[in-house]
């Protein structure tokens, strides 16, 4: 069985605490879903899960090789992205403020375009705002993530309310 598949399976039955949310969430059968982690404790030696009729949770030893699991796929992902993202655009889930998707499914006739700081007390001279983008190094960027920074600076750099010249 592929360890890869084995990894996800393991990861979606200790987040849902069960197999058969599991099997929902990953679009598969129970059994196969079972099979899979039985596989994976099989090949391990060591058990991950402990199961009643009322639960399952992870084990001391599932806990820990949960975390080390997360990270396997995590990384595996950023890897895919990194491929993919070097000749392509950025595609995906982008989040904004969670109180614009609200509005915008309550009014649906609303229109939304990008907008800009307006100064609305000239007499007041606009402070300068060091702003920082920061990426750790230790980390590959998705590319989602390079092309967000990438056009975070960019807009930042014009702004001129953000960018204004000391007289």
Do not use: C, W
Not at 32 to 54: H, I
Not at 66 to 78: F, K, N, S, T, V
């Amino acid at each position: 069985m592929d360890r890869f598949h084995q990894l996800q399976v393991y990861v979606a039955v200790a987040e849902e605490e069960g197999f058969a949310a599991a099997a929902r969430r990953l679009q598969l059968s129970p059994p196969a879903v079972t099979r899979a982690v039985a596989s994976l404790e099989d090949t391990l030696g060591v058990k991950l899960l402990d199961r009643t009729t009322r639960y399952v949770r992870a084990t001391e030893a599932g806990r820990r090789y949960l975390a080390d699991a997360r990270q396997i796929l995590a990384g595996l992902e950023a890897a895919d992205e990194a491929a993919v993202g070097i000749n392509g655009e950025p595609r995906g889930h982008l989040a904004v403020m969670p109180g614009i998707v609200e509005y915008l499914a309550r009014y649906p006739a609303m229109e939304v375009e990008a907008g800009s700081l307006q100064i609305l007390m000239p007499q007041f001279e606009p402070r300068e705002y060091p702003v920082h983008i920061l990426l750790r190094e230790s980390r590959h960027a998705s590319a989602r993530v390079r092309a967000f920074i990438d056009l975070l600076a960019e807009r930042l750099r014009g702004d001129k309310t953000l960018n204004a010249q000391e007289k």
